[in-house]
């Protein structure tokens, strides 16, 4: 199918939805693990808890499908109706992928489904990667999921890693809009850089398993600090917004000094910058899409706010789009 930029298809942003296992693991609980302490993680992260995956219950498929679910019926549709499923994930629970799984659970019959892996940049990415599909008039409903169980892949007796992560998913409704109504995406851009790729893995360790987590936290630090901004105004840019028309901005939530460093940089009203990881800790490609669905039920992002979204990590890969809510 071949479209000219006047009849690309608008997209709207209709539906959210977000699920965590039931256990917690505090950071006293941490404590008793590995040689840290609260105050040593709170205040280098922000963090003070995270919800930890308890067994099959847990898996991503599981997860996504429970977000998924709310995300259709806040969108006031049925699963029948989704087109296409999307799930952004790096610790798939088969290797094949695990968006099919979802697709069943949810009873999706009509969908395509596949997952999308750009570690914690994956929700941005396959934010662009699903409107692109109704912008060109192929697809209607797009169901967009970011779910991580990086538990799985922690090194417990790392304290310089295991204190970071937490599982989650959450979800995002897109839809075409009805004829010559406004596009709602209005800009985006995604950077990678393969030269990073060292400073955050889970390598293949070639016995049919992977090593756990390794993470150069200083680089990724940096890294995060320097691009995170840059990609933010170069999305504006392309909206012809500046960041002070922005409601709110909701960064990839893996440390609060990572997100108060861009807000001082902006000079922005820090209480528009969207932070929850003191509950949740990194949770990956979950992280913008559970923070996004919490301010969404809290009646905090209203209909036509402006919403900036901004995910960096492992690739290196780093992305930010700019959003009308609904
Ligand atoms: N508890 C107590 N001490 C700890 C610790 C912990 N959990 N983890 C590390 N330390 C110690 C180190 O061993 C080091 O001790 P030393 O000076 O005796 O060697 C000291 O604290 C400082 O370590 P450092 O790694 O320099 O800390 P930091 O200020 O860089 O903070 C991170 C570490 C991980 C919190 C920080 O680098 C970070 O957040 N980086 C970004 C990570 C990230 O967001 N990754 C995901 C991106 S998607």
Redesign the pocket.
Known sequence: MTNTASSLVGVRFIGSGSAVPDRVLSNYDLAQM????DE??AS??GIKERHIADGEADSVANLAAKAGQKAIAAAGLTASDIDLIILATSTSDDLFGTAGRVQKILGAERAVAFDLVA??SGFVFGLVTASQYIRSGVYKNVLLLGADVLSRWVDWQD??TC??FGDGAGALLLQASPDHQPNNLLGFEMRSDGKGNDL?NINYSGRSTFEPIS?N??E??RF?VRRVPEVIEKSLHSANLEVHDLDWLIL?Q??Q??IDAVVNRFGIDPAKAVSNMGKYG?T?AASIPIALDEWVQAGKIQPNHLVAIAG???GLSWGSAVFRWG
Request: with cysteine.
């Open positions: 590995v040689d840290t302490t040593w993680i280098r992260t570690a914690c304290r310089r204190i970071l955050l993470m936290g200083q990724v630090y995060a990839h893996a440390n000094r990572i990194n990956s960096f990590g492992a």
